[in-house]
Nanobody, 126 residues
Framework: QVQLVESGGGLVQAGDPLRLSCAAS????????VGWFRRAPGKEREIVAA????????YYKDSVRGRFTISRDNTKNTVDLQMNSLKPEDTAVYYC???????????????????WGQGTQVTVSS
């Protein structure tokens, strides 16, 4: 069993950076694919970024590519999402998700993930 806890959310102004962290407990995430998702008010949950368990492969939603960076530190059992040049449309609750995988692939669809955090609110004012 894995427990995920997100942190780092908050209220920022457009153009500011913010760093989210997903901390795991229960076991190591070193063989888990991890994704960051978000749900904005009135919208469906969507993938923002994903990383394979080796860290070699990453995926970014088009609208965040070049602004967001996903990274993992297996020594700390964390996966971070560095968000730069934030925009009001980035306002959402952000969730991290994880799943043990035997293949080092990227997983974009939420149905592939088994464990979810409780979410952290990110609000970007204009």
């Amino acid at each position: 069993q894995v427990q995920l806890v997100e942190s780092g959310g908050g209220l920022v102004q457009a153009g500011d950076p913010l760093r989210l962290s997903c901390a795991a407990s229960g076991r190591t995430l070193s063989h888990d694919a991890v994704g960051w998702f978000r749900r904005a008010p009135g919208k469906e949950r969507e993938i923002v970024a994903a990383v394979s368990w080796s860290g070699e492969y990453t995926y970014y939603k088009d609208s965040v590519r070049g602004r967001f960076t996903i990274s993992r530190d297996n020594t700390k059992n964390t996966v971070d999402l560095q968000m730069n040049s934030l925009k009001p449309e980035d306002t959402a609750v952000y969730y991290c998700a994880a799943a043990y995988k035997t293949d080092d692939f990227l997983y974009i669809d939420s149905s592939y993930y088994e464990y979810w955090g409780q979410g952290t609110q990110v609000t970007v004012s204009s």
